[in-house]
């Protein structure tokens, strides 16, 4: 099995289908977005393949150690990770293709309208261990 990070982003992607941003849906969208994505979840774990999901806050702040014991925060002239991922789900999956066809199911989520967001997630695969064989 290898895992997978799925990444949702709010934007730095292609537009998604259904373009409306969350903020502009009724709170009837909001919980059927999140009871989709629950249930979807919670389908994963019944087949081992969940590991974690988060959404995230859009609060955020970038911070460094400047050398003097005292790290400056700042908001800086980059895209900020607050401004482009809006969460994301681990998964376990036993081949690439099976991470993408999770992926692709993850994107039809309900949107505004109860029409799928059919949004882009990127799924990185996490870094395995080098293995070092010796005769």
């Known amino acids: 099995m290898a895992k997978y990070l799925l990444l949702k982003h709010y934007r730095g992607g292609p537009t998604p289908a259904n373009d409306v941003p969350m903020d502009r849906w009724t709170p009837e969208e909001v919980a059927?977005?999140?009871?989709?994505?629950?249930?979807?979840?919670?389908?994963?774990?019944?087949?081992?393949?969940?590991?974690?999901?988060q959404v995230l806050s859009s609060e955020g702040?970038?911070?460094?150690?400047?050398g003097?014991?005292?790290?400056?925060?700042t908001d800086g002239p980059f895209a900020e990770t607050k401004d482009l991922i809006a969460g994301w789900m681990v998964i376990d999956v036993d081949?690439?293709?099976?991470?993408?066809?999770?992926?692709?199911?993850?994107?039809?989520?309900?949107?505004?309208?109860?029409k799928p967001?059919?949004?882009w997630l990127e799924v990185r695969p996490?870094?395995?261990?080098?293995?070092t064989i010796t005769d």
């Open 32 to 53: 059927a977005h999140m009871r989709y994505m629950s249930d979807f979840a919670a389908r994963l774990e019944e087949n081992g393949e969940f590991v974690d999901s």
């Open 61 to 66: 702040t970038f911070v460094r150690h400047d």
């Open 68 to 73: 003097e014991g005292r790290p400056p925060v």
């Open 95 to 114: 081949t690439y293709e099976r991470a993408l066809d999770v992926a692709g199911e993850l994107s039809a989520a309900p949107g505004a309208g109860g």
């Open 117 to 119: 967001v059919q949004e």
């Open 126 to 131: 996490f870094l395995s261990p080098c293995v």
